[in-house]
């Protein structure tokens, strides 16, 4: 299950992507992104489980500027694995 929850501060829009996050989760995570506009904050601190294709779609938004927040160790562990392979 997959739960994504919008807030925003006025200037900063973060999206709480919650429960599990995997590849037939992505067109609905890009489109929520894509709709926040450029300064977007993703907060992954109740994300419980991920695959390949989402951690390397939170490579993508990390280069371009998406901050990660709260981010689990052993996903910032392979988000780095995934970008020394790149």
């Excluded at 894509?34 to 990390?62: A, M, Q, Y």
Aim: hydrophobic share 30%; glycine share 6%.
């Amino acid at each position: 299950m997959l739960k994504l929850e919008r807030s925003s501060d006025g200037e900063r829009t973060t999206i709480r992507i919650i429960g599990h996050a995997r590849s037939e989760h992505l067109r609905e995570i890009v489109n929520e992104v894509g709709s926040c506009g450029p300064k977007v904050t993703l907060d992954l601190e109740e994300v419980t489980i991920v695959d390949v294709h989402v951690v390397r779609f939170l490579v993508t938004c990390e280069e371009q500027g998406t901050e990660l927040r709260h981010c689990p160790r052993y996903i910032r562990e392979w988000i780095s694995r995934e970008q020394q392979q790149r």
